[in-house]
């Protein structure tokens, strides 16, 4: 029974939204600190002892051990200076259990023994995409580096396919045209020959069908038909009523006067194509011209690989007929000139002219391939030289991109947070301020150095989500260091893309308010940035900054370009001297008297002035002597989270009491 409503309770709170008090607000049964919690039933104190949230167990982790240590942002759920028993907290995953007073309901429930157990699950799209394995950015890494090497074989073997399907229409097309010529010459020569002889078959008659054979390259015999007799050829006559077998036959095609007749048995052997020239309108005399079929095919001009063939298109059977070479009889793409895809490979067809024969080309798909396997060597090296080239460029691009996508993702899942480093009056060790720095404790590879995400968030765009988050937390450690010393100031460090438009003006607005609700903050612009581009902005903003409470001081003075610019043209309140200066204040006379120059500039301008790296005793005399007497170094603290500070300010306020 108590399992089940353990687990009936679990589901119950884990359907319960948590979402943070705007605005926040203090408890009124034990005065607390600004906080938020689940809903009010969970977080309302009634009676004492007060329900005090602990942190279930789990997994450890650098972030936990080093926010244990006191030096990284407090999660909800753990115990944080400002906060008291009340302060349920939960993010980011946290299993809370909540330890009830007895008079409330889940009192009652404690009381038989079960644990109040509080979810808070974490936004399903940083969760996944933290949790995205790194065999998938290697998968994606090797995809990328094998692309140019895949591109590169790819390439080399559409180049072998069109290789061949240039070479079978070129084969086809110079064959075809050979044809065209011959069976041309052969239609002048009929003419010639019925010009001639005038049909008669006499001495005369065989003398010139003779001569016109023997200068011929391709037809080896003339004939004269009569009434369906042969009576005489090149070779002499013929006894009479000599019959022949392809009398009465149908013309398998006709080009003008000529008409064509399939291959067929001739009276010396062998298979000849016949070409027959009518010498009388009835139709009944002819004069022809045998050409052995294989001619045809000897004006091929054999390639590797390519299959060659020569067919006629028979009108009397309807079908094609091979005249010659090793191609095997297409199908119907045979009649339609062009290249044509076929299950086996590539076809080639074209047409001799009028004449109905046709010249084909044929490819085999495993002749492409071996040719293109005698490509793959230069075509390899080619793609592992791209493939190189392209990790190179991975190498130097890709882990700026993905370090883009981190600070992202870890500006929205709260990963980044603030430490102080106070800057104290070099005479008496006084506070009258810090300076807010940012620090982020990446999840796996823990703690990054802030110069390596700094400028990669004012390169990328980051940097004014980045300041806002940050800003909420500079508000929220404001109220828990109250009270403040008077004249306390908490710097935040401005970049140029603050500047760039008012989203400055509406982050301030969103976190503090609107109206003059700045005066426990200071902004520091960075001299390394260039404003000039922005001047006319940056003095907008910086006046409604200074309408508004705070004070604008100028940063890292001395090191930059664009310093007396700023100071010309901003209405500042005071400049911070360089750290390289002041390490070299008891070193480097050249440079001391830099740092003189320097406070004579900042008098005469009537400024401020605050002296960074402030490391030894030396160097706090050397700048109180130069009337420099706010200080900011390891001499006094390092950066420190807000509940070191709020003891410092403590310790430092007793003694003045």
Not at 27 to 40: E, I, K, L, M
Not at 164 to 182: C, K, P, V, Y
Not at 535 to 544: G, H, I, L, S, Y
Request: charged share 25%; aromatic share 6%.
């Amino acid at each position: 029974m108590a399992s089940v409503s353990r687990l009936r309770l679990r589901r119950f709170m884990v359907r319960y939204s948590w979402r943070e008090s705007a605005p926040m607000r203090r408890c009124r049964a034990c005065a607390a600190g600004p906080h938020d919690g689940p809903p009010a039933a969970f977080r309302r104190c009634v009676g004492a002892p007060s329900p005090v949230a602990r942190p279930a167990p789990r997994r450890s982790s650098a972030a936990a051990e080093r926010r244990a240590a006191g030096v990284g942002p407090a999660r909800r759920g753990e115990d944080k200076p400002g906060a008291t028993a009340c302060g349920v907290r939960g993010q980011g995953g946290d299993l809370l259990t909540v330890r009830a007073p007895a008079r409330t309901p889940f009192g009652r429930l404690r009381r038989r023994g079960l644990r109040l157990i509080w979810r808070h699950a974490p936004p399903v799209c940083h969760s996944m995409r933290r949790r995205l394995p790194r065999a998938r950015r290697a998968l994606v890494w090797l995809a990328l580096m094998a692309l140019p090497l895949a591109l590169c074989l790819s390439l080399s073997y559409l180049l072998s396919l069109q290789h061949f399907r240039g070479s079978a229409l070129e084969l086809a097309d110079a064959h075809a045209r050979r044809i065209t010529e011959i069976l041309r010459s052969g239609d002048a020569l009929l003419a010639q020959l019925e010009a001639e002889t005038a049909g008669r078959c006499d001495a005369g008659t065989i003398l010139a069908m003779r001569e016109a054979v023997f200068h011929s390259r391709y037809f080896r015999e003339a004939g004269i038909e009569q009434d369906g007799n042969l009576v005489c050829t090149s070779e002499g006559m013929l006894p009479p009523l000599f019959d022949i077998p392809n009398a009465g036959r149908t013309p398998a095609g006709r080009v003008g006067a000529m008409e064509m007749l399939a291959p067929t048995k001739t009276i010396r052997g062998g298979r000849s194509l016949i070409l027959n020239r009518p010498l009388r309108e009835d139709r009944r005399h002819f004069i022809n011209l045998l050409l052995d079929p294989q001619v045809l095919s000897e004006v091929l001009d054999p390639r590797e690989g390519v299959q060659s063939g020569t067919f006629l298109d028979d009108a009397e059977s309807g079908t094609l007929v091979r005249l010659g070479g090793d191609a095997s009889i297409p199908g119907p793409e045979a009649r339609r000139p062009g290249l044509h895809r076929t299950g086996q490979g590539l076809v080639a067809v074209a047409r001799a002219g009028p004449f109905p024969i046709y010249s084909v080309r044929a490819v085999s798909d495993a002749s492409i391939g071996r040719h293109w396997r005698t490509q793959v060597q230069p075509a390899a090296a080619v793609g592992f030289l791209f493939s190189a080239l392209a990790f190179w460029l991975l190498r130097r691009y890709l882990p700026r991109a993905d370090a883009i996508d981190e600070l992202r993702e870890g500006i929205a899942a709260g990963e980044l947070y603030v430490v102080y480093q106070p800057i104290l009056d070099g005479r008496d060790g006084r506070i009258v301020g810090a300076e807010a720095l940012a620090r982020w404790q990446h999840p796996r590879r823990g703690p990054v150095m802030p110069d390596q995400f700094i400028p990669l968030a004012e390169t990328s765009g980051l940097i004014v989500p980045m300041t806002e988050g940050l800003l909420r937390q500079v508000r929220d450690d404001l109220a828990m260091l109250e009270p403040l010393p008077p004249g306390f100031r908490i710097s935040v460090n401005l970049a140029q893309a603050h500047f760039a438009d008012d989203r400055l003006l509406g982050c301030l607005d969103r976190v503090f308010g609107p109206g003059p609700t700045l005066g426990h903050l200071g902004f520091e612009i960075t001299e390394r940035e260039l404003l000039s581009n922005v001047a006319v902005q940056a003095r907008t903003v910086v006046e409604e900054l200074t309408r508004r409470g705070a004070e604008v001081s100028l940063d890292d003075f001395g090191t930059g370009y664009s310093g007396l610019s700023h100071l010309r043209h901003l209405p500042l309140h005071s400049i911070k001297i360089d750290r390289s200066f002041v390490w070299a204040l008891d070193t480097e006379a050249v440079t001391a008297s830099l740092v003189e120059s320097i406070v004579v500039l900042a008098r005469s301008l009537n400024l401020g002035l605050v002296a960074e790296g402030v490391e030894t005793e030396a160097q706090r005399e050397r700048l109180n002597a130069l009337g420099v007497v706010l200080h900011q170094g390891w001499l006094y603290a390092r950066a420190e989270p807000a509940a070191a500070l709020k003891a410092r300010l403590v310790q430092t306020a007793e003694p003045a009491a």
